[in-house]
């Protein structure tokens, strides 16, 4: 694969969609999978990864966002080209849903 990003969407364990998309329209796009709290919560998404592959191939980065029951981040990775983690931020809400503290 080169110059897209692949998305691979779970409900826990089970593997539930797999998107590739072309580097140019990810930028430029919108993506329900990444910006719809209800989509995540209508369809169970607990754990999205996306992999971000350049013009040679290889891997650019990559990242597994973590989110609750109602579709909200709860928790970022990041990863190098070769899946070491770089940074982790977590995020936890109050009862109107604003975000309470990030870790």
């Not at 329900?32 to 971000?52: A, C, F, M």
Request: overall charge negative; hydrophobic content about 30%; charged content about 35%.
């Amino acid at each position: 694969m080169k110059n897209v990003v692949k998305l691979e969407l779970f409900d826990g364990e089970k593997a539930i969609k797999s998107r590739v998309i072309e580097i140019n329209e990810w930028y430029d796009g919108d993506f329900e999978e990444i910006d719809s709290e209800e989509y995540r919560s209508q369809n169970s998404v607990s754990l999205i990864k996306g992999t971000q592959y350049g013009e040679d191939g290889d891997i650019g980065e990559a990242w597994a966002n973590y989110y609750d029951g109602l579709g909200r981040l709860i928790k970022a990775e990041r990863y190098d080209s070769e899946y070491n983690l770089v940074d982790t931020e977590e995020f936890m809400y109050d009862q109107n849903g604003k975000i309470l503290k990030k870790v």
